[in-house]
């Protein structure tokens, strides 16, 4: 018996880094799985490892935000967990930052959550069927680097969104719980590294070797974890923001 089994689950930004994790790690739980991507090559070559489907979608449109869940409702009659795992982390600060980047991270980092979130609880709610939402985060949501200012303002509304859905639907038994992450090795990080900070080929080893744990969050546990608080094995957890990391917010030396 799998954590997932008879489960339909929506990965929004499930083509690569965590969320392609999620994908695996659902299919392998025994989920039936649907995730979209905005890149065909990419999502077609999960989808054929995978056995999953590929939507491919711009989140940034949030009538496509919402159409993922219209598209796997149609495909397989009802959604059962979403996860949204899209994020946009293109550097800016509060000086620098241009309004059309700081809509940008809202487009993606907030408002395409909201609307998927929005047309997957409908669907729960409509069917009066319990549901369970996972929404991907980040710990620099507590506050986060001076060069990450419209990331950090567009996941912070996350979080709150997060706990406010959690609380107007649980009667509806629909849970729903963020998951902020730390540093994670991905390839996305890996481009962002070199793009953003000029990073050479030996930075993933460098800078895990300066971690408390030796190593950047891996893409499969976080995966696992997120499978977890999707399955019924989490209970009644509901509105919960997890800071899922090695740094201890609020611990100093």
Do not use: C
Not at 64 to 77: E, F, I, K, L
Not at 109 to 131: E, I, S, W, Y
């Amino acid at each position: 018996m799998g954590l997932l089994d008879d489960k339909v689950v929506l990965v929004n930004g499930g083509s690569q880094g965590v969320g392609a994790g999620i994908v695996r790690a659902a299919v392998r739980e025994g989920a039936t799985v649907a995730f979209t991507g905005r890149r065909a090559e990419v999502g077609d070559k999960l989808a054929a490892e995978t056995g999953a489907r590929f939507l491919r979608a711009d989140l940034a449109d949030p009538a496509q935000a919402r159409d993922s869940v219209t598209r796997t409702v149609a495909a397989y009659g009802r959604v059962d967990a979403l996860v949204n795992a899209a994020g946009l982390t293109s550097r800016g600060s509060l000086l620098d930052t241009t309004p059309e980047l700081f809509d940008a991270h809202v487009a993606i980092n907030l408002r395409a959550p909201f609307f998927a979130m929005q047309a997957a609880v409908a669907d729960m709610v409509g069917r009066k069927a319990p549901g369970t939402v996972v929404n991907i985060i980040t710990t620099s949501a507590h506050g986060g680097q001076p060069y990450l200012a419209p990331y950090v303002a567009a996941k912070a509304g996350l979080v709150g969104l997060t706990r406010n859905a959690a609380h107007a639907h649980r009667f509806d038994r629909v849970r729903i719980n963020g998951l902020n992450i730390g540093w994670t090795d991905t390839e996305g990080e890996d481009a962002t590294q070199r793009a953003f900070h000029g990073a050479d080929d030996d930075w993933l080893e460098k800078a895990a070797g300066q971690q408390p744990m030796g190593k950047l969050g891996q893409v499969d546990e976080i995966a696992d974890f997120v499978v977890f608080l999707l399955s019924d094995r989490s209970g009644v957890v509901t509105g919960s923001v997890i800071d899922w990391d090695q740094i201890v917010i609020g611990g100093l030396d």
